[in-house]
């Protein structure tokens, strides 16, 4: 059985990054402490048959696909000495039609930008102890 993924007459638009990997963003929106609407993205890994190359932005429908899922090793172990696994799910995508190419250069890693953190240490002298 498959499902078709994606919105608007299973149109997505395939990113590749410079690993070679493939993902989708889908948009969301998320409510605000303010009440203020804000839209989000999230990107899904997404998986193609072996040997099936598609440029970064490619324009696809997609004819058959499911979700999957894939998994990776923690550095955790089980009480039984196993090692633990986290699960993430996937887009894979067996079949598709090619509307739009994309260009042969990968999708650049945005850099995250390191979180500002308050300093709150101090220093403190003999002059300063009461006793």
Not at 44 to 52: D, N, S, Y
Request: with cysteine; net charge negative; proline share 3%.
């Amino acid at each position: 059985m498959s499902v078709n993924i994606g919105n608007e007459g299973s149109i997505l638009t395939i990113y590749k990054d410079e690993q070679g990997r493939y993902k989708i963003y889908i948009k969301g929106t998320e409510t605000q402490e303010d009440g203020e609407v804000k839209d989000i993205f999230m990107s899904k890994k997404v998986q193609f048959k072996k040997g099936v190359e598609v440029k970064n932005r490619s324009k696809i429908e997609v004819v058959k696909g499911w979700t999957s899922c894939y998994r990776i090793q923690t550095d955790e172990l089980t009480e039984e000495g196993k090692p633990k696994y986290k699960y993430f799910d996937k887009y894979f995508i067996s079949e598709f039609n090619l509307l739009e190419e994309g260009v042969d250069e990968p999708q650049k890693q945005r850099q995250q930008t390191p979180t500002k953190q308050e300093d709150f240490s101090f220093s403190v002298s003999d002059d300063d102890l009461p006793f």
